[in-house]
């Protein structure tokens, strides 16, 4: 077991003091000043934002929220929308599952709890696509639940104000513990600061002690190192699949278009047919007849892979065996649910 350096809490009248003044704009956030006026956060917001700043940042994400937002203002209006308009929408924010819990999570609200979110961590944990840290997150800043709440900024200042000494997935738990132990009344302004501190004070690469309400208990800068935390834990090599991909125009110009299969990666997304993805490249097999072009190779880099495609393009005039997919005009592309590896492929044909 181990045990942390400085386990006593953290000094949360001072983090919420310094979240007072410095707490960010965010179009989903109901500000520090608000709340003291009464107002409440919409859960419906909060676990919206939440699912999609999970691996992306607030500037990627701030657009796409917004047309949620215009297009879906409730949960039950999310529910009722079709799945394939939610992944259109959600194309190029990256793992797509977690566009399709959302859409499910949605459902679940309306169907088990009469569109209202449940009020504490434990029921909203049993919602698809609802982890510890999404529950967490939405219990505290929607109802002031007292639990821990802890993402990938917190988690740096955390380590930081430790000095921890293993790599944070190691000591997760105990984490978890000792800040559960510091979380005050106002519980869900204190996880709000702890996240806004890692952005913009105890940020990835820089640490700007004296601005940090912590600074005076925080053992990273007694090591006169701070940015040496959180230990970065031994990467294991990412392996490379290479695949072909097969952009296929009929005589107008028309781009073939299909729906990747209901399960696995980029599940019932948009692509142009593509060949397995395998260790090795093999020789294309080309899905139709045509005066095939080559156009170079597209490289995505996935959470547990990077993927190498070697892009083809040709017109093709029997298209008798397509008959999975359909044929879209380029300029219709923008409302189409292609991720962002699609969308390369088709840049590089010139589209």
Known sequence: MLHLSAPHPLDSAAVLAWYDRHARTLPWRTSPQQRAQGARPDPYSVWLSEVMLQQTTVAAVARYFARFIELWPTVADLAAAPLEAVLVEWAGLGYYARARNLHACAVAVVDRYGGVFPDRAEGLRTLPGIGPYTAAAIAAICHDEPVAVLDGN??????????LPVPVREAKEELRSNLRCSVPVRAGDFAQA??????????????????????????GVRTGNPTGYPIKPSKADRPIRYGHAYVMRDGGGDIYLRTRPDKG??????????????AALVEPSYPAAG?????????????????????????????????????????????????????????????
């Open 154 to 163: 917190v988690e740096r200042v955390l380590a930081r104000y430790h000095a």
């Open 194 to 219: 702890l996240m806004d501190l890692g952005a913009t004070v105890c940020a990835p690469r820089s640490a700007l002690c004296m601005l940090c309400p912590l600074e005076p208990g925080c053992a």
């Open 291 to 351: 005066d095939w072009r080559h156009h170079g190779q597209v490289v995505h880099v996935f959470t547990h892979f990077r993927l190498e495609l070697e892009v083809w393009s040709a017109i093709v005039s029997d298209t008798a065996a397509l008959a999975d997919g359909w044929w879209a005009e380029p300029r219709d592309t923008g409302r189409e649910a292609l991720p962002t590896l699609f969308r390369k492929v088709l840049a590089s044909v010139g589209l």
């Open 265 to 278: 990666l980029l599940a019932k997304m948009t692509e142009v047919p593509t060949s397995d993805w395998t």
